[in-house]
């Protein structure tokens, strides 16, 4: 590395530092935010990583011709930051194959009842039994996916496929959605 390189990046190192230390309340907070009070201290620091990666691509992204202050760009950035790793947990946790340690302890189907359920959960599942019978498991998927607020491409990720095809999928069940509404009205409340 060229000793102009070295003096730039201990220049932005330097930078960095210095933003961290003074918006350290800023990453506190959005952490606690996002994290919770029940995280363990490994889970805690992952979540204040991902924060910094958020401050430092505000330090390398922001322009003041922009006119939006420094601090609230800054915020911005940590706070989608800590969305997407949001995001990418809970994909993990549903992408996450069961262990046999984990499968040992579940309880045999025959042994247990069903827990009750609410009249919400119960109508819930009516309805997604319902939807079974007009569109495919694909289908009813991305529209779940989508439903609970994924993007396009994170469903694409989970169901591990391509963005378009999420999209089509979705367009095809609002068609087939729309056709059964039209010759069936009453198809969802029997």
């Given at each position: 590395m060229s000793d102009t390189r070295k003096t730039d990046q201990n220049e932005r190192d330097e930078a960095f530092a210095a933003l961290e230390k003074q918006y350290k309340p800023l990453i506190d907070r959005q952490v606690s935010l996002f994290a919770g009070a029940e995280v363990d201290a490994d889970s805690l620091q992952d979540w204040r990583q991902e924060a910094r990666i958020g401050l430092f691509k505000a330090m390398e992204h922001y322009r003041a011709e922009s006119g939006v202050p420094f601090a609230a760009y800054a915020k911005m950035c940590v706070q989608h930051?800590?969305?997407?790793?949001?995001?990418?947990?809970?994909?993990?946790?549903?992408?996450?194959?069961?262990?046999?340690?984990?499968?040992?302890?579940?309880?045999?189907?025959?042994?247990?009842?069903?827990?009750?359920?609410?009249v919400l959960q119960a109508e819930e599942a009516v309805l997604w039994e319902k939807l079974g019978q007009v569109l495919t498991t694909f289908e009813s998927d991305c529209l779940r996916c989508h439903l609970e607020g994924y993007s396009?491409?994170?469903?694409?990720?989970?169901?591990?496929?391509?963005?378009?095809?999420?999209?089509?999928?979705?367009?095809?069940?609002?068609?087939?959605?729309?056709?059964?509404?039209?010759t069936q009205p009453d198809f969802f409340r029997s």
């Open positions: 930051r800590l969305i997407s790793y949001q995001r990418q947990l809970r994909w993990a946790q549903l992408l996450c194959p069961l262990t046999e340690e984990a499968a040992a302890t579940l309880p045999d189907e025959e042994q247990t009842r069903p827990e009750p359920r609410t396009y491409e994170e469903t694409a990720v989970g169901l591990q496929t391509e963005a378009k095809a999420v999209d089509n999928a979705l367009q095809r069940a609002r068609r087939k959605l729309r056709k059964v509404l039209q």
